[in-house]
């Protein structure tokens, strides 16, 4: 075996120190927790072992072209000709006529590199990095609240925290390592978990509250109108370093009717609002963002934290974010903000930009663009001839899947990606890159930890580095972008270094060298000693001026917005209510884990549903299986009784690309973020001809 090499798990968010192995005939990578990491410190989950170790997926090796309606081996000449010819025909019409969906899977300096394409090659607005699957409604959250992008905590204040508030996640599962120190926490403190269905995390809670689907806003609303009337505002708090809260205390409904909204009893709300006296961290995930409520939603949980002043050490509103570098591509892949946070549509910054990428000023688009739910209605609309997906799968990942499949079958699409997915199905050439294990950059987790990720191994031959397709390409539609592949991972991040210096997102005093020696260090960080700490914060809390956020005001901003209402209401025709979740040892689509059926794999998903339901529907199961309908699908699906889920609603994972068939495609309106959460969906009996309904035991 090879030497040992530090390096970063890219399987979520966490951002776990790994020690890598690879094989000394460059087969295989094992790997083990890294004790000397600041993040973890040694601790590692099975997920990110197994899924890196053993990944149960179809790789893919070579480029492949569609001739002849079937995907078709050729040589990577041929492959980057065909598609700089597709992309020079589509931008010659319209920067707008090709789109670029990437993914928080990317190193920062894959996600920079593309969005130097996307923005300063292409200048198109139909650009997204998978954040507004994700996390786009904390963001949005967060700068209309604080004034920028990133959550104030650190995991330095998870063992501080007296009270885990636990709203629409399940770290449990989805992240199993923050959810230890979350857990040894709250042994000494209280757990309370904001969730409607009975998830392995809300069974650890010493309070689990079950609000209907898709009613957070309303309950997080109630919690705050009791905070007020029990005299639990941090007055001083507030009136020393907010502004808006009368406006909002006004708006504020009464909590007998936010709480009936939310199907929850007066006494419930009593508990989470007397809990927040004590010193609390109030994180939330996809159950909160996930809605077309997600940003008021995630506002509604900083305002609790502003009234009852838990701004602070071992205090604050925490988002836990999805993808391994979503926060990454938030700082480094130009889709929201330009690298360092620096605001879209400042005309200063899009001069700087293009004085620093060396393309026209007038290339850059002005607009962010509209996200990944509306960049695929472009395409669906035949706005957009060309797409181009790197290391994501939006055939499984986004909602109302056969409406994507066929935007992107009718699309002139180029898939980058290192396994076989249901997105390279409907691909026209497809670009093998290698995975993590084989590629070196670095990442960023959700605490804004910046670490390297190293190669153990070489990628199959034939299999080349993403940032070197992306140069690649990106050269031959303006020549000199970028050096000539293949490119060294170090000159990306000085670029970013250099792009981030003297912004909130200052990555300036990270380099390469410097992480080798501390492994990993967390921005703003604009020297080589220091790292950031507690955002907006120095010093004393109790002491005026030591908060200073990043508001014109230099305060914390109060929102005012209540629950309205739920996109697909039930009703006689679709009675049920559908929401999906995260299943232990998979993440993102499943594609490393493919192999294991219905929970990840391209069998029938297996849906959760409460035996009540089952007994009053009985006659729509046969032999362990019904038909899931919405209004824009049909899905037969495995059959398991649980009593977690609440009577009336059917539970799906995320992880099988068949859940999304069913899903709906309504958006927040400030961050174009799904209601993935929520739809009306019913039940009906499959077919007796369905050869695969012998396969299932029988609900009991």
């Not at 905590?153 to 501080?160: I, K, R």
């Not at 909002?248 to 009717?257: C, N, Q, Y």
């Not at 004085?355 to 962010?368: D, I, T």
């Not at 080589?528 to 914060?537: C, T, W």
Request: glycine letters at 10%; aromatic letters at 6%; a negative charge.
């Amino acid at each position: 075996m090879t030497d040992r090499r530090p390096t970063t798990c890219m399987r979520c968010a966490v951002g776990c120190g790994y020690l890598q192995t690879g094989a000394d005939d460059g087969c295989g990578v094992d790997v083990s927790g890294n004790p000397d990491h600041p993040t973890s410190a040694g601790l590692k989950c099975q997920r990110g072992v197994r899924e890196t170790v053993d990944p149960d997926a179809e790789r893919l090796t070579e480029p492949l072209i569609r001739r002849g309606g079937e995907l078709r081996p050729t040589d990577w000449d041929t492959a980057l000709g065909v598609v700089t010819t597709r992309l020079v025909e589509a931008l010659r019409r319209d920067a707008d006529n090709v789109a670029v969906l990437g993914s928080g899977q990317q190193t920062n300096e894959a996600a920079y590199a593309l969005g130097k394409v996307a923005r300063g090659a292409f200048g198109t607005r139909y650009y997204d990095a998978n954040t507004t699957l994700c996390m786009a409604s904390a963001v949005a959250a967060y700068y209309q609240a604080f004034g920028s992008d990133a959550p104030p905590p650190t995991y330095d204040d998870v063992p501080l925290a007296d009270t885990h508030v636990v709203w629409g996640a399940n770290p449990a599962v989805a992240h199993p390592v923050l959810y230890r120190w979350i857990a040894n926490s709250a042994a000494d403190g209280r757990l309370i978990v904001v969730d409607p269905v009975e998830t392995k995390t809300a069974a650890d809670a010493d309070v689990h509250v079950a609000p209907e689907p898709g009613t957070d806003l309303a309950l997080a609303r109630a919690v705050l109108t009791r905070v007020v009337e029990r005299d639990g505002v941090d007055e001083r708090f507030v009136d020393a370093h907010t502004e808006g809260f009368d406006e909002t205390r006004a708006a504020l409904p009464d909590v007998e009717t936010a709480a009936a909204t939310a199907g929850v009893d007066v006494e419930t709300v009593e508990r989470i609002a007397a809990a927040l006296h004590a010193d609390s961290l109030v994180y939330w995930g996809m159950g909160v963002n996930q809605s077309i409520q997600g940003t008021d939603t995630a506002r509604a949980l900083i305002d609790l934290c502003l009234a009852t002043g838990n701004v602070g050490p071992g205090t604050g509103p925490f988002s836990l974010t999805g993808q391994a570098n979503s926060m990454g591509n938030r700082v480094c892949a130009s889709k929201g903000t330009w690298p360092g946070h620096r605001a879209f549509d400042d005309p200063d910054e899009r001069r700087e930009m293009a004085k620093f990428w060396g393309v026209p000023l007038s290339r850059l688009p002005e607009s962010a663009g509209p996200g990944f739910v509306r960049i695929v209605d472009e395409l669906a609309r035949d706005n957009v001839d060309v797409c181009w997906t790197v290391a994501t799968n939006p055939v499984a990942g986004m909602p109302d899947a056969g409406h994507v499949r066929d935007a992107l079958s009718e699309t002139f699409l180029v898939v980058q990606d290192a396994f076989r997915s249901d997105t390279v199905e409907c691909a026209d050439v497809v670009l093998p890159a290698a995975t993590w294990g084989e590629s070196a950059g670095t990442t960023t987790n959700m605490e804004r930890r910046v670490s390297r990720v190293s190669a153990a191994v070489d990628p199959p031959e034939g299999v080349r580095q993403d940032v070197d397709i992306i140069a690649a390409i990106g050269n031959r539609i303006h020549p000199g972008l970028f050096d000539a592949p293949p490119l060294d991972p170090e000159s990306l991040f000085e670029e970013v270094r250099e792009l981030t210096a003297g912004t909130n997102a200052d990555l300036s005093g990270i380099s390469y060298d410097r992480l080798d020696d501390e492994l990993a260090v967390r921005w703003p960080a604009p020297d080589a000693d220091g790292e950031g700490s507690y955002r907006y914060y120095d010093g004393d809390a109790d002491a005026d001026g030591r908060w200073s956020f990043h508001t014109d005001s230099g305060r914390a901003r109060f929102s005012t917005a209540t629950h309205g209402r739920v996109p697909e209401p039930t009703g006689d025709d679709y009675p049920l209510t559908l929401t999906t979740g995260r299943t232990d040892g998979v993440y993102n689509t499943g594609m490393r884990t493919r192999g294991e059926g219905g929970e990840a794999g391209t069998g029938p998903p297996t849906a959760r549903i409460h035996p009540e339901t089952i007994a009053e529907l009985l006659p729509a199961f046969d032999r362990g299986r019904t038909v899931l309908a919405s209004r824009r699908a049909e899905v037969t699906v495995a059959v398991a009784p649980n009593d977690g889920v609440p009577p009336g609603m059917v539970w799906l994972p995320i992880h099988n690309a068949a859940a999304n068939e069913l899903t709906l495609s309504a958006v927040d309106p400030d961050s174009a973020e799904p209601n993935l959460k929520q739809c009306a969906v019913a039940l009906r009996a499959p077919e007796r001809s369905d050869p695969e309904r012998d396969e299932v035991a029988a609900p009991r």
